[in-house]
């Protein structure tokens, strides 16, 4: 593990596109905890890597849904430029959906029968990703068959030993290895941290991740069926972690075509108040009611029950299914 000091800050203000609701869009409880990110209400740390340089960034929420204002501190081990602050900038509009505006989809579906209580009560949820596209990857792989429990563990240990921890406005927050070095790790090493078939998927899913050139930048031009076409290049890139890489790193909010079968459960509860519905049952449910904004209108509902549990609310069948 390397250590990285950042005392060198400069501090910037962003005003998102209005409405933004900055906690539940920068915050998404439904993911499993980690030490790649950090979040206190009205403030956000994460790490980011960008042109080969790391950076430590601390969002914070000085504004309001109706009129947000994001005061973004950038912390670095030189002084920087404004050059790089604007390109700071622009990466972390893109990430956190500053200038993506969701007034349609808030009009659209606020009668609507299942949705509409949820985007009165979250009104203003943006999607975000403070990952960047082979750090959602990594993720991606971190998950696969298992419960939360071992992926909170193998996560910690392999950011442990290949990670970077940053030092920045008090806060120890770790970044990601980058694709080339993992492509070389040593896959005996890798299985002595106990994350079994894994290892061999890390090196070759970075090491195709380097040899195919997969450029995030240019991902993001492309339509969805173009990205998709390019994403499952990648080694052990398959259907449920392809979803996830065009919702989230490339904000894709029409893209809903795959269920994992523990979000299968999760969300036959949710939408059908059953304990089993076929996964296609769900895919064509979303689909045909909320259309272009499927996997944004499925994430206001699938946030909810997971803000609750944050919140507090002890629900027992979602305990059995998270296993954390």
């Known amino acids: 593990m390397k250590i990285i000091i950042l005392n060198k800050k400069l501090f910037v203000t962003l005003t998102p596109k209005a409405p933004y609701n900055f906690d539940v869009s920068v915050f998404k409880p439904s993911h499993y905890p980690d030490p790649l990110k950090m979040y206190e209400k009205g403030n956000y740390w994460f790490v980011l890597r960008f042109d080969d340089k790391i950076y430590g960034i601390k969002m914070q929420d000085i504004g309001g849904v109706n009129n947000p204002r994001i005061k973004v501190g950038v912390f670095s081990k030189k002084s920087l430029t404004w050059k790089e602050i604007k390109i700071i900038c622009e990466e972390i509009a893109y990430r956190f959906e500053f200038n993506f505006d969701i007034t349609e989809f808030s009009r659209k579906f606020s009668r609507d029968e299942i949705l509409g209580k ?161 996964a296609e049952k769900i895919i064509k449910y979303v689909n045909e009611n909320w259309g272009e904004y499927a996997a944004l209108a499925a994430s206001y509902i699938w946030e909810d029950i997971f803000w609750q549990r944050k919140q507090g609310r002890k629900i027992e069948w979602l305990e059995k299914e998270i296993r954390l």
Not at 170 to 182: I, N
């Open 118 to 278: 949820f985007i009165k009560k979250w009104y203003g949820m943006h999607g975000s990703c403070a990952q960047d596209l082979y750090g959602l990857l990594m993720i991606g792989i971190f998950l696969q068959n298992t419960i939360v429990k071992r992926t909170v563990q193998m996560t910690n240990d392999m950011l442990a030993k290949y990670g970077i921890k940053a030092l920045f406005d008090g806060k120890e927050v770790y970044a990601f290895w980058k694709p080339e070095e993992m492509a070389k790790a040593d896959e005996n090493e890798l299985r002595k941290l106990k994350v079994g078939y894994r290892a061999k998927l890390f090196i070759k899913t970075s090491d195709t991740f380097v040899k195919e050139k997969i450029n995030e930048l240019e991902l993001r031009k492309m339509n969805a069926e173009e990205a998709k076409r390019e994403l499952l290049k990648i080694y052990g890139v398959g259907p449920e972690t392809a979803r996830i890489l065009l919702h989230e790193a490339l904000h894709h909010h029409d893209i809903f075509e795959h269920v994992s079968p523990w979000q299968q459960k999760i969300y036959s509860r949710l939408l059908f108040n059953k304990k089993l519905v076929p």
